[in-house]
């Protein structure tokens, strides 16, 4: 097998560290496994157009390394295509490789690489955007994107800017007046987010935003109305005890697709933590089994079963 690497120099672990550093430690991991690897650690705006050179070399794999939005991003080159995606989890959260069970340590998930096991995920669309995990819009792009205005005026670290963009956000608490269309359904309602999700999202505790499939071929809902400032406390706290109950506290539904209407000519719409600007209506679809990624192999089943 023969690995194409590319390796978000801005993503977690690897910007941490001296970028030859994290490429040492990559190439390392692949000559202990015996794979034959070409690595480039790339920066943020030259990120794509590698991952889409890689994609058309003639590597038997493209292997990314970074969190969810590398991914997310890379992704796009793969999407319909033949050749696998490999991960390596080496971002801040890596919800994705942790929902298709990527091991987070380094030498076992260029384990998972050189095994060769394949499964087909489903992929999440949004105006010709791809997204592998979630995409809203609402408070959470709208916080995002003022944590980034806030970076780029006064800089500082990412927390004390994320903590003060949730404080202005929540203090303005802007509200959307939106109409879902989606099959036979019409709904409209003012609400403080929409979340979509690629596959459903477990809702109990220990596995809040947690994924058990990523081949159900459907898109997961979930929305609030206009709770009020106190209710959304609420409905946060709720959250975070592994309490949230449906009906009671958010729907949900489950589609192949939906749009969104407004009366606002564009929304910021966070695509798996990135944030952009998007032309409503904003219409939702899925690519079913449309990403090749090389994942652990099944456990074999015990024998006489």
């Known amino acids: 097998m023969k690995a194409t690497v590319v390796l978000n ?5 690897i910007a941490a560290a001296e970028g030859s550093a994290a490429v040492s430690r990559v190439r390392e991991a692949f000559e202990r496994a015996n794979l034959e690897a070409e690595i480039h650690a790339i920066g943020h705006q030259g990120f794509p157009a590698a991952v889409r ?3 058309a070399s003639d590597a038997d794999v493209v292997v990314l390394g970074g969190g969810d939005g590398t991914l997310s991003t890379g992704a796009a080159a793969l ?9 390596l989890p080496l971002g801040t959260f890596n919800h994705f490789a942790k929902d ?15 095994s060769g096991h394949v499964s087909e995920v489903d992929v999440g669309e949004v105006n010709g955007r791809f997204f592998l995990n979630n995409s809203s ?7 995002v994107a003022q944590r980034e205005e806030l970076r780029h005026r006064h800089g500082g670290g990412k927390w004390p800017a994320t903590f003060n963009a949730c404080v202005d956000v929540f203090r303005r608490f802007p509200l959307l007046t939106v109409t879902l269309e989606a099959e036979d359904r019409v709904v409209a309602l003012t609400t403080p987010f929409i979340f979509v ?3 459903r999202y477990e809702m109990s505790l220990f ?6 499939s990523l081949q159900e071929g459907e898109l997961s809902i979930y929305l609030t109305r206009n709770l009020g400032r106190v209710g959304l406390l609420r409905l946060a706290l709720r959250a975070l005890l592994g309490r949230l109950e449906q009906d009671r506290d958010f729907h949900s539904f489950m589609l192949p697709g939906v749009e969104i209407r407004t009366r606002r000519r564009s929304l910021p719409v966070s695509l798996d933590g990135e944030v952009v600007r998007m032309a409503s ?4 679809s899925l690519r079913p089994r449309a990403l090749r990624v090389l994942v652990p192999p099944p456990n074999p089943s015990p024998q006489g079963a």
């Open 9 to 13: 120099a801005s993503a977690g672990s």
């Open 79 to 87: 999407v319909g295509g033949h050749k696998p995606l490999g991960i």
């Open 207 to 212: 596995s809040l935003g947690t994924r058990t």
């Open 197 to 199: 999700g690629n596959n």
């Open 137 to 143: 819009i609402g408070l959470y792009p709208s916080a």
């Open 53 to 55: 050179s890689a994609a």
């Open 100 to 114: 298709v069970g990527i091991p987070l340590d380094l030498d076992q998930a260029v384990g998972t690489i050189e």
């Open 281 to 284: 209506p904003i219409r939702y």
